[in-house]
């Protein structure tokens, strides 16, 4: 894609950069001809005079255009924008697949046929949105990622390599040249040698009420499988994750001076981190456009309720885990039903000692639930059959993101469905409609909100309707 031609909005994105605005970080990026680098809004250096500056919707466009990321600002580290995401559901859907590394075990014609459309049409969706194609779109995210473990890492090269996806140094040499317009010795140069181990600094756009999602995550808490820390004044989220064949955990810190996450990684392996932090970052919430939200919800419904700007959506690792913890949280307290998770992570979740002697459980796998009985649950049959049969529904079916499907099973109705889309798959307009919590805020308001009006954002409309509770 060109730079941005449209005037009035070349003007607004001149006044946030000199204004160093950081609401809009990552949504666009600044191009500067005098000296070929491309900086994110935010950057410290001394701002360019206008007449050498392009903006660029995002970091890709500037690349092709022939400028290099900036060593000091970083832009392989800004949050993601969903300024430029379109409006076509199934080129967003791509995105989020690509960035979990679909792309580096499939072809461009298996996911197409994924997403239920031609290998064509997802072409020309790229091409119209992004100015690029899926694959060299892909092999982008994987530089970029690259570059950010060059620069906070002590990783090998050759790790660094696998861990972004590349097959082989070389392979991983070359596209750093070709995309970066650098070395990767070039940007390990630059590297600020404080932190050891694998420590990433997870960037987001403010506002980002932290004590909330802090709060809301610190009630659910599942003994072994999550655990918090707090002294003075400093708090963190940790808990065991798996994906695919890597296990480990981390430990996340909200850094609120920088606008940063700081995540520490313990992983066995490296191969699928980049998809790990992808989804850290989704748990989080971090790249939602929570200033367009906030704006366009308190328009809606400000004057009629207490709102928290900055609200973000607490996710939970994976879709499973989501779905049981619903359904074995339908009709109980949050305490019971932290209690009846707890008790099947006591008797199905593998248990680990890591390397400091502390000793947690991964959630069980749906292989792990259909071979056992569930005889340990004190519960009604049909909800251990509930389980069941979504356990085997995960292991029939390969992409778990079809949560639709699941009111095919016995057992699942719409809430269930849909507090998984809205925890787990980050649906931005999710309304838990007849949900208790909501039912209790809508009379203490004293009215209902106008759904309609609140489209597209109605999942952070449901969060900020229980937090009237």
């Known amino acids: 894609m060109s730079a941005v031609q449209d005037k009035p909005l070349a003007k607004s994105y001149s006044r946030a950069r000199k204004a160093r605005d950081a609401r809009f970080d990552g949504v666009f990026f600044t191009a500067v001809k005098s000296t070929g680098i491309y900086c994110r809004p935010i950057c410290p250096a001394n701002p360019p005079l206008e007449k050498n500056v392009e903006y660029y919707s995002s970091a890709i466009s500037a690349a092709q255009a022939g400028f290099r990321p900036c060593l000091r600002c970083r832009p392989d580290s800004a949050p993601q924008s969903s300024a430029w995401l379109g409006s076509e559901t199934s080129f967003q859907r791509a995105l989020g697949l690509i960035q979990a590394g679909a792309l580096q075990e499939q072809s461009v014609d298996d996911l197409a046929l994924r997403l239920g459309i031609s290998a064509r049409y997802l072409r020309e969706l790229f091409q119209a949105n992004l100015g690029t194609s899926p694959k060299q779109y892909a092999i982008y995210q994987q530089c970029l990622f690259a570059k950010q473990l060059l620069h906070n890492s002590d990783l090998a090269m050759q790790d660094v390599a696998y861990a972004a996806g590349f097959n082989s140094v070389r392979r991983f040499n070359e596209a750093i040249k070709d995309l970066l317009k650098l070395t990767p010795s070039d940007i390990r140069a630059r590297r600020t040698p404080k932190e050891k181990g694998l420590v990433l600094?997870?960037?987001?756009?403010?506002?980002?009420?932290?004590?909330?999602?802090?709060?809301?995550?610190?009630?659910?808490?599942?003994?072994?499988?999550?655990?918090?820390?707090?002294?003075?004044?400093?708090?963190?989220?940790?808990?065991t994750i798996e994906y695919r064949t890597t296990r480990g955990y981390f430990t996340a810190e909200h850094l609120a001076q920088s606008n940063q996450i700081a995540l520490s990684l313990h992983l066995n392996e490296y191969q699928y981190l980049s998809a790990i932090v992808q989804k850290i970052?989704?748990?989080?919430?971090?790249?939602?456009?929570?200033?367009?939200?906030?704006?366009?919800?308190?328009?809606?419904?400000?004057?009629?309720?207490?709102?928290?700007?900055?609200?973000?959506?607490?996710?939970?690792?994976?879709?499973?885990?989501?779905?049981?913890?619903?359904?074995?949280?339908?009709?109980?307290?949050?305490?019971?039903?932290?209690?009846?998770?707890?008790?099947?992570?006591?008797?199905?979740?593998?248990?680990?000692?890591?390397?400091?002697?502390?000793?947690?459980?991964?959630?069980?796998?749906?292989?792990?639930?259909?071979?056992?009985?569930?005889?340990?649950?004190?519960?009604?049959?049909?909800?251990?059959?509930?389980?069941?049969?979504?356990?085997?529904?995960?292991?029939?079916?390969?992409?778990?993101?079809?949560?639709?499907?699941?009111?095919?099973?016995?057992?699942?109705?719409?809430?269930?469905?849909?507090?998984?889309?809205?925890?787990?798959?980050?649906?931005?307009?999710?309304?838990?409609?007849?949900?208790?919590g909501i039912k209790n805020a809508i009379k203490a308001v004293g009215r209902e909100p106008d759904l309609e009006q609140t489209q597209p954002w109605r999942s952070y409309l449901t969060f900020q309707m229980w937090n009237q509770l």
Not at 384 to 401: V, W
């Open 201 to 239: 600094k997870l960037n987001y756009r403010p506002p980002f009420a932290w004590n909330s999602l802090f709060e809301f995550l610190k009630r659910r808490v599942i003994e072994s499988l999550e655990w918090i820390s707090e002294s003075t004044g400093r708090q963190s989220y940790s808990r």
């Open 281 to 436: 970052r989704l748990l989080f919430d971090l790249d939602a456009p929570i200033y367009e939200i906030d704006k366009h919800l308190i328009s809606c419904v400000g004057d009629s309720i207490e709102y928290q700007e900055g609200l973000r959506i607490p996710g939970i690792w994976g879709a499973f885990e989501a779905g049981v913890r619903a359904i074995l949280g339908q009709q109980v307290s949050v305490a019971a039903a932290n209690t009846l998770v707890t008790t099947m992570l006591e008797n199905l979740g593998d248990e680990v000692e890591f390397k400091s002697g502390m000793q947690r459980r991964y959630f069980p796998r749906p292989q792990d639930v259909v071979d056992d009985p569930l005889d340990f649950f004190r519960m009604p049959q049909s909800r251990k059959d509930t389980i069941r049969r979504l356990a085997y529904h995960f292991i029939e079916h390969p992409y778990p993101e079809q949560i639709n499907d699941w009111l095919e099973i016995k057992g699942i109705g719409p809430w269930t469905v849909n507090y998984v889309k809205l925890r787990a798959s980050k649906d931005p307009d999710i309304w838990l409609a007849g949900d208790a």
